[in-house]
Each structure stands twice: as structure tokens, then as C-alpha cells.
């Protein structure tokens, strides 16, 4: 099993470009999340979807979407990229969110540089 | 809400010698607890968690973690730290029945040769 996987590794965009970010699991769990990570600040969630066919807000949404495509994957748009959105973004999956340890499992992350 | 603080953005430390790094959280209800470790350029791996009973739990590499409920702490301690044990630590929590598990700010252990 790879668990979580995230393409690209590492990316540079210039400000107002658009990309996504790919994430998939191949642990069938039924939860996924994506975070970003800037030093300092530890882990922010940006969205999540609690299981296949739903999304919600995390702490900082804006100027992020996500699709939860089916259950093993879940994207994240920039549409408008900007300097602010230079972080470390991690994707995470667990079991069931809320269940018992709650217990997330994480890619390897994608750095992203916005100029 | 919940609320996680890690007191040391930084601990160095001589190895082999002890380390014990800091977590408080707030809560209302009934958490669980998380420590997560971040090795130089990886993910995000869990060290250890507790979810009930004993307040004690340990990791297979020699790290602990106690549970105290009455200070509101999670501390991580292991009583000699080897060079491999260099990465940033996290503590998380996340009420019982919530999505979310919410994160401290991170400790960077430092080992000194």
C-alpha cells in the first residue's frame, strides 16, 4: 500500500496562475483533508470532506477549492494563486472523522512557491 | 472549542541525554490526544495517542507520553535521545465525536552531538 499520495512534489507558479493539487489514498478511509503549513504556525486546515460527496471549510479556505472526486481522491484549486499561498500543503485521511482516535495519516506534501 | 499550546518553538539537547516536551490543551469535553512527528522534508507521522485508560502510552522508539487531565497536559518525555530523534514534534487534539484535530504550533528537537 503507498497510503497517501500527493503530485506534485514541488511547484512554483507566478501570481494569478491557477493549478491543482492531486491527492489520493488507497486505504479506504472515508475522510480527507487538506492542510497547509507555515513555520511557526503549525498545521492550518484549509477543507476537509467528511466523507465521499461532501466538503466543508476548514480554518483558511479562502482562495482555495476542493474536490472530493470519489473516495480516494481529493483535489485542491488555486484559481488565482498568490504570494500569501507560499506554504507546505500536506494532505491527510482517516478511518471516519470523529472516530474513535480520529487518527490522520499523511502524504509527503507539496511545496509550493507562489512568486 | 479546543486550544493546543507547545510551550518551546525549540529544545536542543545533548544526546543521550533526557527531553521532555511540552503540551497544554483546553477543551470542555472529553479529548484525544496526539503527538505527531515531522522528520527534515517528510509527512506527518503519528508517535503516539491516547483515547482512554491507562494515561500512559508509549511509542515504539522509546518516546512517553502522560496524560494528566488536571493540568491539561500531554507531555512527551523519553530519558536518552539518539541523533535520528532530530524532527519537529506536534502535539494535536480533537474532541471526541468532532472532525478536527487541532494543532500546536510545534517543537523543534534539536539534538547536539
Known amino acids: ?115 | 472549542a479546543q486550544s493546543v499550546t507547545q510551550l518551546d518553538s525549540q529544545v536542543p539537547v545533548f544526546e543521550e541525554a533526557p527531553v521532555e516536551l511540552r503540551c497544554n490543551y483546553s477543551s470542555s469535553v472529553s479529548v484525544y490526544l496526539f503527538w505527531y512527528v515531522q522528520y527534515p522534508n517528510q509527512g506527518l507521522q503519528l508517535l503516539l495517542k491516547y483515547l482512554s485508560g491507562s494515561t500512559l502510552v508509549e511509542s515504539i522508539n522509546g518516546f512517553e507520553a502522560e496524560f494528566n487531565k488536571s493540568q491539561t497536559s500531554f507531555h512527551l518525555r523519553k530519558p536518552s535521545v539518539h541523533i535520528s530523534d532530530t524532527a519537529e514534534y506536534f502535539c494535536a487534539v480533537s474532541a471526541r465525536g468532532n472532525y478536527q484535530l487541532i494543532w500546536g504550533a510545534g517543537t523543534k528537537l534539536i539534538i547536539k552531538p
Open chain 1, 1 to 115: 500500500n503507498a497510503g497517501v499520495t500527493q503530485t506534485p512534489k514541488f511547484q512554483v507558479l507566478k501570481t494569478g496562475q491557477s493549478m491543482t493539487l492531486q491527492c489520493a489514498q488507497d486505504m479506504n478511509h472515508n475522510s480527507m483533508y487538506w492542510y497547509r503549513q507555515d513555520p511557526g504556525m503549525g498545521l492550518r486546515l484549509i477543507y476537509y470532506s467528511a466523507s465521499e460527496g461532501t466538503t466543508d471549510k476548514g480554518e483558511v479556505p479562502n482562495g482555495y477549492n476542493v474536490s472530493r472526486l470519489n473516495k480516494r481522491e481529493f483535489s485542491l484549486r488555486l484559481e488565482s494563486a498568490a504570494p500569501s499561498q507560499t506554504s507546505v500543503y500536506f494532505c491527510a485521511s482517516s478511518v471516519l472523522a470523529g472516530g474513535p482516535g480520529n487518527e490522520q495519516f499523511f502524504g509527503p506534501g507539496t511545496r509550493l512557491t507562489v512568486l
